[in-house]
Structure formats: structure tokens, C-alpha cells
């Protein structure tokens, strides 16, 4: 049986040598741990935040994936709300991919939502990484891994989002040269 958990640790390690630091997430005592890695020296100025766990919940996500997040500040918060907003999406059987985003991250930690004007997270393919990154590769190629890279978006983004979806929403970004590692950045809207 494939062991996903050393595959994707083995990619992280290739592409951004080894964590500093991480953090173990419980949501309860029959549900797999989330462990977020945390990475220095990748951007910089930047952390590089990743997930190990996520791919045990396949069933639930529709796909074989874990999650990064690069961010400039509030390191002290990002992991937990990372972690959170995971829990949040496997607790509604959410199916995972590009193109989706979770508000309330003011319901996990107000005072990062209000001190730096995000409270979502939208989850896109990974960009400023190299291609190879993104795509985790099995011995067998059946099954392989996925890596979605997960953004800090304000609440006006996020409406924007939800009515426009997901390539007006990039395109948006895109056009205003937004820096989503940013987080201090201000809103496009």
C-alpha cells in the first residue's frame, strides 16, 4: 500500500528542504491528525506552510491531496486556521480543489481577521512554486497526489468570488498584480 504521508513529505523536502517547526491538529479522537509543517527561506521574507494528514481523508475530499500556504505574517495564526478551515471543509464532506474558498476565519481567530482584513481562504493551484511541485507522483502513477496552494482573501473578495467563480475571480488578482503572500495587502475591491 502506498504510504502518501512519506510521498508528500518526500516532495516538500525536494522543493523546500526541511521544516523548521510543526504543528499536530486533533479534531477528535477517531479522525487522522492534521500536522502542519512550516518552512523559512523558500520566499522571502515568507513562511511556507504545508499539511500532512489531508490525504487520509480522500474519501471525503474526492481527490488524494494536501495543502500549502505562504504567507508574510501572523505566523503564529496561520497554521491553526489552516488546520481549522480544513476540519471545516472535511466536517461538510466538501470535495477539494481549485476554485473553492471558506469564509468566517473571524470565527477562528478575530483577531488575525480583523488585524489584517482576511477572513477566507481560497484554494487555487499552486503558482510561484516550480511546476513539478504541485503534482505528487506514485510508484504505480495510479492514485498520484495533488498539492492545492491555499490564499488569505478578504470578505469583499470572497463575495466577489461567489458570484463571479473562480477565473474572473484569478483573472481579477491577476490583473491587479496582487501579491497573495501578501497579507497585509489591501482588497482589489
Known sequence: MTN???????QY???LGEPFDREIFENNKC???????????????????????????????????????VVDEGFDSVAYILANTLYYCLANQMQMGRGIAISGIKNIDQEFAQLYNKDAIYFTNPFAFPEEYSTV???????????????????????????????????????????????????VL
Open 137 to 187: 507522483l506514485t510508484d504505480n502513477h495510479e492514485k498520484n497526489g495533488r498539492i492545492l496552494l491555499a490564499i488569505f482573501i478578504t470578505i469583499s473578495e470572497y463575495e466577489y468570488f461567489s458570484k463571479h467563480g473562480a477565473d474572473l475571480f484569478e483573472e481579477l488578482l491577476e490583473s491587479k498584480d496582487v501579491d497573495p503572500f501578501h497579507i497585509r495587502r489591501d482588497s
Open 13 to 15: 523536502s525536494k522543493f
Open 31 to 69: 479522525m487522522p491528525n492534521i500536522q502542519v509543517l512550516k518552512y523559512k527561506n523558500v520566499f522571502e521574507e515568507c513562511y511556507v506552510y504545508n499539511t500532512l494528514g489531508l490525504s487520509k481523508y480522500d474519501d471525503v475530499t474526492g481527490s488524494n491531496l494536501e495543502v500549502s500556504m
Open 4 to 10: 502518501y504521508g512519506e510521498l508528500y513529505y518526500d
